[in-house]
């Protein structure tokens, strides 16, 4: 055997040998064993969510708390006149009761009683006359007030107080005392007369109810008196 022979046999052996080395490597790495390539989602680590911090309500804004210093320097309430009411003289108008009463000049007036009212008349002298009128033979209260006297307050542009304390408009401040406003009115009782009417003609219980300043519907005997 020439040595071109055997130098092409010991290549061929040699190559034997390679390729059934390389097979067995492979044949031990399986599909099974082969670890999956990671991917971005898998590995990225996720935001932390950030929670804004609630925001803290606005404190309130209250007026500030009275000092005794301040209420030494406040004017003290001014000693007003009571306004006067007086009756002069009651009368019947369309069998309707009224009342002519004679008040201060410049006196605000106001009826307390429901079912009565009280309108401008004029002036008489120095007096201001006004004319009240209501049911029959009824009591009512007039509330009179004199406006010129008014006791001066603090203007300000925060009159609230914390609970528990009332604002001073005198002094601009919060105070625990309760606030005593002198308007100066003064309440009078006055009565109306009873005019002639003749209840008994209204046989409909609507008519009736039209005149109740003067009659009265009996639902009982179905007729209309007059108011007592």
Known sequence: MNKIHKKAIFTG?????VLSSCNLEFSQVGPETLTPPVT???TATPAPTITAAPSSSPTPEFAPFCQAADAASVSPVPQCQLPSATES???CSEKRPYNLILIDAGATYEVLTKGFRCSDAGMKGDKQMITCTGQLAADFVVNVCNPACVVPTVQAAITECPQGYNY????GCCTQEIQQLNQNCMGYSFKTTTCVIGCSEFKREAKCKRNSWACVWNDKEKVCEVRK
């Open 13 to 17: 052996l040699l190559l034997i040998v």
């Open 168 to 171: 001073n408009s005198f002094q």
């Open 40 to 42: 971005a989602t898998e």
């Open 89 to 91: 003289s009651t009368f």
